[in-house]
């Protein structure tokens, strides 16, 4: 507060002149605005400003309190200004000072970047109005700017080099007031192919086909998760699988271990889609299991959260195909070097409804499809020349049929179809039906399923043989069982006969079978083993299967 000519004595003549001025500085945004500040003086007054974008009202008075309103006008100049208010009452003077913000500028020559997996620097040349705050979002990428210009200048980058095989996004932020820009930069991951290798892929998918005999589904393991963004493999029940485990499974026949996979729970960079190291090298100590044992092996990408299950929708494609061509390009290039026994499966049952799919249901799913094959093949090696697993939607053998389109693919005859198997579904899934008998020829009652019997087995697996075995493609029946009902006895036996008969129909017409093992081995329950100390627990169920 300003104050001037004030008395120090009653005894002073009460016509000096007085002021008091409330404010010594008014501070204005850019924009068109008004503010007031007040004056008390015992005589006439007049105040004025030095520039014309200030105004004044009123501009003179006589003795008392008083309240100025100050006006300016937009400033459309990239520069703050200032203009001076006088106040002057009887030859006293004061002065309030006037500032008025410029009108931010943020300009960038230009906003985004390619930058090689090498690295290397980056200018990035900008206009503005003042000093700009910046901020960079990850630590690969650093400011060598000595300073930061005011007006135009340039800020230099420094890049590191990628030694990923992922694509990677790093944003530089420029704020000014109330601007902001963004720039972005995209840094090639680095070339993970390397030449093509045949060494020990002798066989196509045909011949593997024959070699791979009869599978069996390592279930609830290594897929086990309770959401997208956790994952244990013992979440689901089972124990940690052991050699001991594969040991037995191969003591019982099978030739073929499905590794049903999840990842998104072993994520360790969301921006990446990077996995954890450890989770590729427990992954592959299950591989290793089998392939010591000289079994075939298949991993895929299963449930997994439902991130790519559950999303064949325009609106999820572009997402769901960078996640799936991020994921498989890893575990592509980490399982390289395996001979013909290790086989990538693409998805698993990818579906909006278990209805009728429609176009857009299976372009989308198509698409991920084709992603896969492609990934896998960009990485050379003996990926060049793997047996590749690509699924109908749903694995559903009508819709394998109506609508299934194979992949394009650089290599000749290396690619499967997948379908599953749980028909009927009152007699395989379904814990409440009383229709526990299934098969026509071998049983009669109420209790026998109406449908689905030997007829639609011959039926289901004939047009498998004669729409893509026929033509070169082998059909893997990725899963197929019916849960166990431990009484009456009858509905045991039922089982074994349906388990028998339909593997051997799946053989018959030059498919895959790979038997569904959940684990669990009591009533209701899919598992023949225990997984704790590898013990046959159904031996009649296992040679149910084998007896082929």
């Not at 002798?202 to 309770?226: F, P, R, T, Y």
């Not at 699988?241 to 360790?268: H, L, Q």
């Not at 409804?353 to 299976?362: A, C, F, L, Q, V």
């Not at 009484?487 to 593997?503: C, D, F, G, I, K």
């Amino acid at each position: 507060m300003l104050v001037a000519g004030l008395s120090c004595s009653s005894n002073d003549n009460a016509n000096d002149p007085e002021l008091i001025v409330g404010k010594e500085q008014l501070s204005f945004g850019k924009g068109e605005s008004t503010q007031k500040f007040a004056i008390k003086t015992n005589v006439d007054w007049q105040v004025s400003s030095s520039e014309a974008w200030c105004i004044l009202s009123p501009m003179s008075g006589s003795a008392g309190t008083h309240q100025i309103e100050v006006s300016v006008t937009a400033n459309s100049d990239t520069d703050s200004r200032t203009s001076t208010i006088t106040v002057n009452a009887g030859g006293i003077v004061e002065q309030v000072v006037i500032k008025q913000s410029a009108t931010e500028l943020l300009k960038l020559t230009q906003t985004e970047y390619g930058i090689s997996a090498d690295g290397g620097l980056v200018t990035v040349e900008y206009e503005v109005s003042f000093e700009p705050q910046i901020t960079i979002s990850d630590s690969w990428i650093r400011e060598t700017t000595a300073s930061r210009a005011v007006s135009t200048g340039t800020l230099s980058l420094e890049v590191e080099a990628n030694g990923t095989m992922l694509e990677r996004t790093g944003t530089i932020i420029f704020v000014v007031g109330e601007l902001t820009e963004t720039v972005t930069l995209i840094q090639a991951a680095q070339d993970v192919y390397i030449d093509a290798d045949a060494t020990d892929m002798h066989s196509d998918a045909l011949v593997l086909a024959q070699k791979m005999g009869i599978g069996w589904n390592l279930g609830n393991s290594l897929e086990a998760c309770s959401g997208v963004d956790s994952a244990s493999e013992t979440a689901w029940g089972n124990p940690a699988v052991s050699k001991g485990m594969i040991d037995a499974v191969k003591a019982a026949g099978f030739n073929t271990v499905r590794i049903p996979c999840a990842w998104s729970g072993y994520i360790e960079d969301q921006s990446t889609y990077r996995i954890k190291d450890s989770w590729l090298a427990r992954v592959k100590e299950v591989v290793d299991y089998c392939v010591d044992n000289d079994m075939y092996a298949i991993i895929n990408i299963h449930w997994d959260g439902g991130w790519l299950e559950n999303n064949p929708f325009y609106d999820k494609q572009e997402e769901v195909n960078e996640k799936q061509e991020a994921l498989w390009k890893q575990i592509a290039v980490y399982f390289r070097d395996y001979d013909e026994h290790l086989l990538f499966a693409g998805t698993n049952e990818v579906h909006a409804d278990y209805g009728t799919p429609t176009s857009e249901y299976i372009e989308v799913q198509h698409s991920y499809n084709q992603t896969f094959v492609d990934v896998v093949r960009s990485t050379g090696g003996r990926n060049a020349y793997r047996n590749l697993i690509v699924q109908a939607y749903n694995t559903n053998i009508t819709y394998a049929v109506d609508y299934l389109e194979m992949p394009d693919d650089p290599m000749t005859d290396r690619l499967m179809a997948e379908v599953h198997y749980y028909d009927p579904y009152e007699f395989c899934l379904d814990e409440s039906s009383n229709k526990y008998l299934w098969g026509s020829q071998r049983y009669s009652g109420t209790n026998l399923v109406t449908w689905g019997n030997e007829d639609w087995a011959d039926e289901a697996f004939g047009m498998m043989k004669t729409h893509f075995t026929d033509k070169g493609i082998p059909v893997v029946i990725g899963e197929y069982g019916a849960i166990l009902r431990t009484s009456p006895s009858e509905a045991v036996e039922a089982r074994n006969y349906y388990l028998n008969y339909v593997t051997r129909a799946m053989l018959r017409n030059g498919c895959v079978p790979v038997y569904w093992d959940n684990g669990g081995t009591g009533n209701y329950g899919f598992g023949l083993f225990n997984r704790d100390t590898y013990e046959e627990v159904h031996p009649d169920a296992i040679k149910a299967i084998m007896d082929n």
